[in-house]
C-alpha cells in the first residue's frame, strides 16, 4: 500500500461519519482531567510576582523577609534562571518573557515566583518581595513605536530588512515585502482607485482554561510535568533548554486541554514551575489566574494598515497595494509579515505588493491566534474591495469572483496553487438563499472572504494491535477539539475494523518521537496521514503474520475489510484470518503487531472560506446584534463533519467578538484596564444566532483522503464581513475594530455633520 | 481557624474542615477530590465552576465552603444515574456540542438548572439561560442545539 | 478571617459593632468574594446575613413590598406578583449578572457595593423605595438615593446593617421601568442606565415621575428636572425630546474602559426616552 502523501479517490466506510468522540463520556461527567485537575504528594503551590510597570529597570529585588515567612520552600528571580542560550537570541527572547531580566518590559511582566505550602502563604511571600524599579518611558501603540521619537524598548534591535541595515536601535524589527508585477503600470490602468486606512486593536484567545502545571524535579536530575498546551514536545524541548536538561529525562505529559487557539503554543510559566521544582525540592504547582492569562499571555496584534487598490469599470482589479504594521508585543516577531502573506491571497492580481512592518511596544509577547495576522489584514483588503465594488457599481460577490485566485494562480506570496476553493466558496455564497433572503429594518448584509496556508510538520503515530485484536493509537500531536475521533476513523478505514475498535491516546514525550506542536491547523491534517501510513504499515505485517501462518508468499495476501485473505482460486480452501486471529496467534508468529510512522507532513493545502452576515444596528445606540451568520469553507475532506462545523462555527464566532466588542484597553499608565471576562466581551450564548454551515470538499491532492487544515481559516473573514455589514445598516464605513457601540456611534453621528 | 463543615454533596454526607476565607470551587477541588467544576475565572463571569446549591445555581467560585453546613450541593460528578448518562449529556456527546470540553460541566449543570425550571424553552430562552457559560470553542451552536434535543427527549 | 452566622439581625449588628477589626456583611457574596479574590480587602470578619430569620423573605403589607436583604434576586423574578406589581424593578434584578449570579446577589448588597453602575439602584429609586437599617443606637430608614456616598462607599455608620429594602404601595395607574445599555446582551455591567417610575390621570396624562440614572456619576441621579419635563404630558413627543435633553444634561460622566463621555450622555437620552414609553405603556397609557 502507498505510504505517499497523495490523494487516492475511494469510496469511504467510516470517514465521513459522525461518530461519538472517545473523550466524550469523560468530558460530560468531570472526569476528563485538564491542566490544574491533578496534584502530586508534596505538591507546593506557585505564584508569580508581576510588574505593575509597562517599561522600568529593575534596579533591586529584595526576596529576604520573603524567605523567612514559615511555609515559603522556594524563591526565584533571573539569578535563578542563568542564560544557556549560547547566543541564540530567540530562545534568550523566550526565557527573558518568562521572567524579566534587566527590565521589564509590559504590564505584568514576572519578576519572581514563590513556591509555598499553600496559596495563602505564596500570596503573602509576593507581598513580602520588595522590587526596586526606575521606570522608564514606555509605548503601546504600533504606529507610535514606529516613530523616530519612540522611547527604545531593546538596544539590540537593528530593523532586519532594509538595505544598508540602520546602526540606531528602534522598535522597528523587521520589514518585509510581497507581491510582483508593476504597481504604478498596474494603478495607471485603473478606472477607480480607493486608499484607505484601517486600524484594529488586540485581543486575546479568550480559552476558557487559564495556564496550568506541575512540574517536578529530582535531585537526579530527572523531570517530570503535567502541562496543558498545544505541543508537549515543544514544551520539552524549550523548558530543557533554558533550564539545563537532558531532554530525554524531562517526560512532559499534556493534560486534556481546555482551549488554546495559539495561545498554548508558547511557553509562560513552566520553566519557572520547574526552577521552582528544582529549588525546593518538591512538586510545584503552577495555575495562572484569569487576570494573569489576560496581562501576561497570548494576544494577537493591534494592527494599523494602508490599502490602496485600483480598477477598471468592468471589475478587473489593475493593481493592489497595502503596508501593514503589526507588533509582536515586547519582543521581535514576524506577524506583520504573515500579514503581508495574507493580504492579496485570494486573489489573481497582476500588479500586487505588500510591505510590512513589525514593531515592538510595551505589551505582552504577541502568541499566535488561530490564522495568526490573517484576520486583520483581511478586514482592511475586503473592506477596500467592497468600496471598490460600490465605486464601480458592480456587485461585490461577482466581483470577487471575477478576480478570485484558481488553480496556476501565482499567488501574491509566491507559490503557485494548485487545486482551490476560493471560487467554489464564492459561487456557493452567490448561491446560498441567505444572500436572497430579505432585510429587516436597520439591517445590513455583508460578505467576505478569507485564506490561511495550514502547515503539517513533523508528527508520529504508534499504532498497536492488542491480543485481543483491538488497536491502541498513540499520537505525539495534541488533540485541541476532537481529533482523537478522526485518527480512531482514519485507522478504522485503514484497517477494516469499526470505529469503536480503536482507542485513541495522546502520548506523553518519553513514548514517542518529536512532534510538532497542534498549531496552523495541522493537527488532523498530519495526525490523520500518519495514522493512515501507521496503519499501512500494520498492515503490512499482518499479512506478512497470515503469509506465514498459510505458508505462502505474502504477495498472495490481501487485506480486505479487516481480514487477511488469500489471492487466487487454488487457494480458495484458506479461510480469511480476522485481525482477531491474527492478533491472538501473534505470539507464534513474530510478536506483537505494530505500525509505525514519523513523517514531516508537507503541503497541508491552502483553505478559502467565504462568510456572510446580516448585522443589525440601532442607530440611536450604535449596539450591534449579529441577526444570520453563514459559513462556507473548504475542508477538503470532513473526515467528522461535526467536528469540521464546529471549527468553522468557533471561529466565526470568536472573529464576531473580535469585530465586535473584544480589545484590549491600555490606560496612558501603560497598564491593562480590562483584564477580566467582564470587561474582556467575548461574545456569550445570547449574543449569537445559530451559526450556518456548508462544507465544501476539494480534495488536497497531497493528503491520502484530501484533508486539509480547517481550523484557522474560519476566524479570517469575519472582522471583514461583519464590518461591511454594519457598514451597509449604517452607510457609514467602518475602519477602526471593534465596532463597538462608542466608535458606530460616533463614525454616524460624524457622517451627519 | 477552620470551618468545620458538614455538607450533602450529590447525595452523600461530607465532612471537611477548610479555611474560613477559601471559596467552595477550591473545596471542592482541592479538599474534597472533585475536579469536574472548572475555574475558568474564579470571580464569576465564565460559569465553568456552575453547581446547583440547594435547587439554585450558583457559581462555586463565589460561595464560601463556610457557607455549606446543611446544605445540599449538585455537582457534575453526580449527574449521571450510574453507568446511565443524563440526557443532556448524552446530547452534548452525540452532537457534538463540546470541543475542548473545559466549559462542558458548567454548561450541563446551567442547562439542568434550567430544564427544571422551564422543561420546554425556546432558542432564545436557553439562548440567556446558559449566558453565563462562556464557550470559547463552539460558538454555541450546538451547545444549543443539544439542550434542545435534551429537552425534547426529557419531555418524552 | 472569622466567618458568623448569627440568627438574628441584633446579634448580627451587635457582632458588626464590636469587631475591631475589618468586617463586612455576606449577603450574596458576588462582590465581597470577587474583591477578596483580587486581594482588594482583607476582611478579619464576614458576618453572613442568610441565616437570619425573617432576611430571606418577601413580604407584602398594607404599606407595599418588602424585600428581605438577603433575598437573591432569582427569588424575586420567582415571585410573580411582584414582578407583576414592579416589573422595572425585576427587570433591573433580572439584569444583574448571569442565572448563576442571580441565585446569589442581592438588591441589598448591590446598593451597598455603592457602584455607580448597580443595575437595581436606578429601578429602585425611581420606585422610591427606602431601606430599613438596623444598628447598634436603633433603627432608621433611608431612602435608596441616599444609601451610596461615592463610588465604593455608603453611608451606613459602624455596626449599621440593611434588614430590608421597602417599596411603596404600587399606585393605581402606575407603571416602572428599568433599561441599561451594555455592548452585550448578558454578563456586562451597565455603561449607561435609567430607571423611570410614572403614575397617569384617568386621561393619560402624567401626574407624578421619577427619573434615576446610573453610571453617569459618582452615585445614581435622581433627575428631577426631567421628571418635572414629562409632568402634565401624555409623553407626546416634545415631553419625550425634553426628557431626553434634560437627561443627558444631568449626566457627569468619565470616559473609561466601559465607554466615553461623549457616548453615555448622547445614550442616556436615548434610553430615558425609551423607559419612559414603556414605563408609560405599563402604567396603561396609550
Ligand atoms: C459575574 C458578575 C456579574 C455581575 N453583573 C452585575 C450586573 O450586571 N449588574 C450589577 O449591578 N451588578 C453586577 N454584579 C455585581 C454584584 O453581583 C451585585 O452588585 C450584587 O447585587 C451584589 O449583591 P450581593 O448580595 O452578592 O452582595 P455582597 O457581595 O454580599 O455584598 C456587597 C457589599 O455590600 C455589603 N452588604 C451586603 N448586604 C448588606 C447589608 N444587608 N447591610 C450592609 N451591608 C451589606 C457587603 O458587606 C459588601 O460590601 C456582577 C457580579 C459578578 C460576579
Ligand atoms: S470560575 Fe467561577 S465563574 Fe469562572
Ligand atoms: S468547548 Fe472549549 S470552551 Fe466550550
Redesign the interface.
Known amino acids: 500500500m502507498p505510504l505517499d502523501q497523495d490523494l487516492e479517490i475511494k469510496k469511504f466506510k467510516v470517514i465521513g461519519t ?1 461518530v ?2 472517545p ?3 469523560d ?8 491542566g ?2 491533578t ?1 502530586a504528594p508534596g505538591q507546593l503551590v506557585a505564584l508569580v510576582l508581576r510588574s505593575p510597570h509597562p517599561h522600568a529597570i529593575i534596579k533591586k529585588i529584595d526576596i529576604s523577609k520573603a524567605e523567612k515567612l514559615a511555609g515559603v520552600k522556594a524563591i526565584i528571580t533571573s539569578a535563578d534562571l542563568p542564560d544557556l542560550t549560547n547566543g541564540d537570541r530567540a530562545m534568550l527572547d523566550i526565557l527573558e518573557n518568562c521572567m524579566a531580566r534587566k527590565k521589564v518590559l509590559y504590564d505584568g511582566h514576572a519578576v519572581a515566583a514563590v513556591a509555598a505550602i499553600d496559596a ?1 502563604t505564596a ?1 503573602a511571600a509576593l507581598k513580602l518581595i520588595k522590587v526596586d524599579y526606575q521606570i522608564l518611558p514606555h509605548v503601546t501603540d504600533v504606529d507610535e513605536a514606529l516613530k523616530p521619537t519612540s522611547p527604545v524598548i531593546h538596544d539590540h534591535i537593528f530593523t532586519d530588512g532594509i538595505e544598508p541595515k540602520p546602526t540606531k536601535a528602534s522598535n522597528f524589527n523587521k520589514q518585509a515585502e510581497y507581491g510582483h508585477g508593476d504597481l504604478d503600470a498596474g494603478f495607471a490602468e485603473a478606472d477607480v482607485i480607493i486608499e484607505k486606512s484601517y486600524k484594529t486593536e488586540q485581543t486575546h ?6 495556564h496550568s502545571c506541575l512540574a517536578s524535579v529530582s535531585p537526579d536530575g530527572a523531570a517530570e510535568m503535567w502541562v496543558c498546551t498545544q505541543g508537549h514536545f515543544v514544551y520539552r524541548n524549550q523548558c530543557a533548554a533554558l533550564l539545563g536538561l537532558d531532554a530525554n529525562k524531562l517526560r512532559v505529559t499534556a493534560s ?6 495559539g495561545g498554548k503554543t508558547h511557553i509562560w510559566t513552566e520553566p519557572l514551575a520547574l526552577a521552582l521544582s528544582r529549588k525546593a525540592n518538591r512538586p510545584v504547582k503552577l ?1 495562572m ?3 494573569e492569562v489576560f496581562r501576561c499571555t497570548g494576544p494577537t496584534s493591534s494592527t494599523s494598515i494602508d490599502v490602496k487598490i485600483g480598477a477598471k469599470k468592468d471589475g478587473t482589479i489593475t493593481a493592489a497595494f497595502a503596508e501593514l504594521r503589526y507588533h509582536g508585543g515586547a519582543f521581535p516577531s514576524n506577524w506583520a509579515e504573515f500579514g503581508a502573506m495574507t493580504t492579496w491571497a485570494c486573489y489573481d492580481i497582476k500588479n500586487c505588493k505588500s510591505l510590512s512592518k513589525d514593531a515592538i511596544v510595551n505589551r505582552p509577547k504577541t502568541a499566535a491566534y488561530r490564522a495568526p495576522s490573517a484576520p486583520q489584514s483581511c478586514f482592511a483588503v475586503e473592506n477596500t474591495i467592497d468600496e471598490v465594488a460600490k465605486a464601480i457599481g458592480m456587485d461585490p460577490v461577482e466581483l470577487r469572483i471575477k478576480n478570485a485566485a484558481k488553480e496556476g494562480t501565482k499567488s501574491s506570496y509566491g507559490p503557485v496553487y494548485g487545486p482551490i476553493g476560493i471560487g467554489a466558496t464564492l459561487q456557493a455564497a452567490k448561491n446560498h438563499p441567505h444572500m436572497k433572503a430579505p432585510l429587516a429594518k436597520d439591517t445590513g448584509r455583508g460578505m467576505a472572504c478569507g485564506f490561511w496556508f495550514n502547515f503539517g510538520g513533523q508528527t508520529c503515530v504508534d499504532l498497536n494491535v492488542t491480543p485481543d485484536g483491538t488497536i491502541t493509537v498513540a499520537v505525539g500531536t495534541m488533540d ?3 481529533s482523537r475521533a478522526s485518527l480512531a476513523l482514519a485507522a478504522a478505514e485503514e484497517l477494516g475494523v469499526p470505529y469503536e475498535a480503536v482507542r485513541v491516546i495522546v502520548a506523553d514525550t518519553s513514548s514517542l518521537g518529536h512532534n510538532d506542536m497542534t498549531d496552523g491547523s495541522r493537527g488532523t491534517f498530519s495526525s490523520s496521514m500518519a495514522a493512515v501510513f501507521a496503519a499501512r504499515n500494520a498492515i503490512t505485517i499482518l499479512r506478512e503474520r497470515a503469509a506465514k501462518t498459510w505458508e505462502i508468499p505474502v504477495d498472495d495476501v490481501e487485506w480486505v475489510d479487516g481480514e487477511a485473505k488469500a489471492k487466487g482460486a487454488s487457494r480458495g480452501n484458506l479461510a480469511p484470518l480476522t485481525l482477531k486471529d491474527l492478533a491472538k496467534g501473534a505470539g507464534g508468529t513474530g510478536g506483537p503487531i505494530a505500525g509505525h510512522s514519523e513523517i514531516v507532513a508537507d503541503n497541508a493545502g491552502v483553505s478559502f472560506g467565504t462568510h456572510i452576515c446580516d448585522a443589525h444596528v440601532d442607530k ?4 450591534t446584534t449579529i441577526t444570520r451568520y453563514t459559513v462556507i469553507q473548504d475542508a477538503g475532506k470532513a473526515m467528522h463533519p ?2 469540521v ?2 471549527q468553522y ?6 472573529g464576531i467578538g473580535w469585530a ?2 473584544e480589545e484590549y ?1 491600555y490606560g496612558t499608565n501603560g497598564r491593562l ?2 483584564a ?4 474582556y ?8 444566532p ?2 450556518d454551515t456548508q462544507i465544501l470538499e476539494i480534495p488536497n491532492p497531497h493528503h491520502p483522503y484530501g484533508v486539509r487544515g480547517v481550523g484557522e481559516t474560519p476566524i479570517v473573514p469575519p472582522l471583514a464581513a461583519v464590518s461591511i455589514a454594519v457598514t451597509n445598516a449604517t452607510g457609514v464605513r467602518m475602519h477602526h475594530i471593534p465596532m ?3 466608535r458606530i ?2 463614525a454616524i ?1 460624524s457622517a451627519k455633520m | 481557624m477552620g470551618a468545620h463543615v458538614n455538607t450533602t454533596i450529590n447525595g452523600d454526607a461530607v465532612e471537611f474542615v477548610c479555611a474560613p476565607d477559601e471559596s467552595l470551587l477550591d473545596v471542592l477541588r482541592n479538599r474534597i477530590g472533585l475536579t469536574g467544576a472548572k475555574e475558568g475565572c474564579g470571580t464569576g463571569d465564565c460559569g465553568a465552576c456552575s453547581v446547583i446549591l440547594d435547587g439554585r445555581l450558583v457559581c462555586s467560585c463565589l460561595v464560601l465552603g463556610a457557607e455549606m453546613n446543611g446544605k445540599k450541593l449538585e455537582t457534575i460528578e453526580g449527574m449521571a444515574d450510574g453507568a446511565k448518562l443524563h440526557p443532556l449529556q448524552q446530547h452534548f456527546i452525540d452532537g457534538a456540542a463540546l470541543q475542548c470540553g473545559i466549559c462542558t460541566p458548567g454548561f450541563l449543570m446551567a442547562a439542568q438548572a434550567l430544564l427544571r425550571k422551564n422543561p420546554d424553552p425556546t432558542e432564545e430562552e436557553i439562548r440567556y439561560g446558559l449566558a453565563g457559560n462562556l464557550c470559547r470553542c463552539t460558538g454555541y451552536d450546538k451547545i444549543v442545539r443539544a439542550v434542545q434535543a435534551a429537552a425534547k427527549e426529557m419531555r418524552g | 478571617m472569622r466567618y458568623e452566622t448569627p440568627s438574628t439581625a441584633k446579634e448580627a449588628v451587635s457582632l458588626m459593632a464590636k469587631e475591631k477589626g475589618i468586617a463586612y456583611i455576606l449577603a450574596g457574596g458576588t462582590d465581597l468574594l470577587v474583591k477578596m479574590k483580587a486581594g482588594m480587602i482583607e476582611p478579619d470578619l464576614v458576618v453572613d446575613i442568610k441565616r437570619v430569620k425573617g432576611m430571606n423573605e418577601i413580604k407584602k403589607g398594607a404599606g407595599g413590598y418588602s424585600i428581605g436583604a438577603a433575598v437573591p434576586c432569582v427569588a424575586i423574578l420567582e415571585n410573580a406578583a411582584f414582578v407583576k406589581a414592579w416589573p422595572g424593578v425585576a427587570d433591573a434584578a433580572n439584569l444583574i449578572g448571569s442565572r448563576q449570579v442571580q441565585g446569589r446577589s442581592t438588591m441589598t448588597g448591590n446598593m451597598c457595593n455603592a457602584s455607580p453602575a448597580a443595575d437595581s439602584v436606578p429601578a429602585l429609586v425611581a420606585a422610591g423605595a427606602k431601606v430599613s437599617i438596623a444598628g447598634p443606637k436603633g433603627n432608621r430608614k433611608l431612602a435608596v438615593e441616599d444609601v451610596a456616598a461615592g463610588v465604593g462607599r455608603n453611608n451606613l455608620k459602624k455596626g449599621e446593617i440593611i434588614t430590608s429594602i421597602d417599596l411603596p404601595k404600587k399606585a393605581a395607574k402606575s407603571g416602572d421601568a428599568y433599561l441599561r445599555f451594555t455592548p452585550r446582551t448578558e454578563m456586562d455591567i451597565a455603561v449607561v442606565s435609567v430607571g423611570v417610575n410614572l403614575t397617569l390621570d384617568g386621561k393619560g396624562v402624567i401626574t407624578k415621575a421619577r427619573v434615576a440614572l446610573g453610571a453617569v456619576s459618582t452615585t445614581v441621579l435622581l433627575v428631577k428636572e426631567a421628571a418635572k419635563a414629562i409632568i402634565g404630558t401624555k409623553l407626546d413627543d416634545a415631553a419625550k425630546a425634553n426628557l431626553a435633553a434634560l437627561c443627558s444634561a444631568a449626566c457627569k460622566p468619565i470616559d473609561d474602559k466601559r465607554g466615553t463621555i461623549e457616548f453615555r450622555t448622547d445614550v442616556a437620552g436615548v434610553l430615558a426616552r425609551r423607559a419612559a414609553e414603556t414605563a408609560y405603556a405599563r402604567a396603561g397609557g396609550k
Open positions: 459522525r461519538r468522540r473523550d466524550g463520556v468530558k460530560v461527567t468531570g472526569r476528563a482531567r485538564y490544574a485537575d496534584s495563602t500570596r484567545q479568550g480559552y476558557i482554561e487559564p486534556e486541554i481546555g482551549g488554546g487557539f495555575t489566574s484569569r487576570e485541541v477539539g476532537g440611536e445606540t450604535g449596539k461535526s467536528y462545523e464546529g462555527q468557533g471561529g466565526a464566532a470568536q465586535l466588542n484597553v484596564q480590562n477580566a471576562f467582564l470587561d466581551r467575548i461574545p456569550v450564548c445570547s449574543d449569537l445559530m451559526i463597538s457601540p462608542p456611534l460616533k453621528k
